[in-house]
T-cell receptor, first 113, second 115 residues
Framework: NAGVTQTPKFRVLKTGQSMTLLCAQD?????MYWYRQDPGMGLRLIHY???????AKGEVPDGYNVSRLKKQNFLLGLESAAPSQTSVYFC????????????FGDGTRLSIL | AQSVSQHNHHVILSEAASLELGCNYS??????LFWYVQYPGQHLQLLLK??????LVKGIKGFEAEFIKSKFSFNLRKPSVQWSDTAEYFC?????????????FGKGTKLSVIP
């Protein structure tokens, strides 16, 4: 039972490079989320999706883009990476009701040099 | 928009000590409340949740939390901690009454349990 799978697990980029983080879930969840986790800051929502083909901005969307072409996948893109985007990125998925918990992936540790 | 405050940044306890981690939220309407735990190097896992009914909820691994609506609080407790409880704990809230299912997280409380 895979749950939420994130790839890659680690990546080092140079400033200005681009990359895409992939999140896949096998629980048929409608909602998917991308968070970043920084020391002392908790988790902050970057973007989220309430269904296939939809995306919306979260608390800290600048510098990121997302796409949800298939229900099970949610991609996070960095077009031009900056050192301030060094972080651990978590993907999560959840059901359509607010009292249903979110399920998290193992995270992607991204360093921007 | 709702916000979540966790008052303790780092708590250090000896094994068998009792634990209480504070969580306060700011939203006057109906809320769903969650506690997540993140063990070192791992992803977040749900400890417990509250959305209605008995304000005292029990979760996994002997944890419980009490929702006190008048205090806007959802404190996490455990009578006797173990070394394996060393982790970071996050309180989170969403407010479906505001049309928002997105979770707002507190900044986390790091718990270190000394054997």
């Amino acid at each position: 039972n895979a749950g939420v799978t994130q790839t890659p697990k680690f990546r080092v980029l140079k400033t200005g490079q681009s990359m895409t983080l992939l999140c896949a879930q096998d629980m048929n969840h409608e909602y998917m989320y991308w968070y970043r986790q920084d020391p002392g800051m908790g988790l902050r929502l970057i973007h989220y999706s309430v269904g296939e083909g939809t995306t919306a901005k979260g608390e800290v969307p600048d510098g990121y883009n997302v796409s949800r072409l298939k229900k099970q996948n949610f991609l996070l893109g960095l077009e031009s990476a900056a050192p301030s985007q060094t972080s651990v990125y978590f993907c999560a998925s959840g059901g359509v009701f607010g009292n249903q918990p979110q399920h998290f992936g193992d995270g992607t540790r991204l360093s921007i040099l | 928009a709702q916000s979540v405050s966790q008052h303790n940044h780092h708590v250090i306890l000896s094994e068998a000590a009792s634990l209480e981690l504070g969580c306060n939220y700011s939203y006057g309407g109906t809320v769903n409340l969650f506690w997540y735990v993140q063990y070192p190097g791992q992803h977040l896992q749900l400890l417990l949740k509250y959305f209605s009914g008995d304000p005292l909820v029990k979760g996994i691994k002997g944890f419980e939390a009490e929702f006190i609506k008048s205090k806007f609080s959802f404190n996490l407790r455990k009578p006797s901690v173990q070394w394996s409880d060393t982790a970071e704990y996050f309180c989170a809230v969403n407010a479906p009454g505001a049309g928002s299912y997105q979770l707002t997280f507190g900044k986390g409380t790091k718990l270190s349990v000394i054997p």
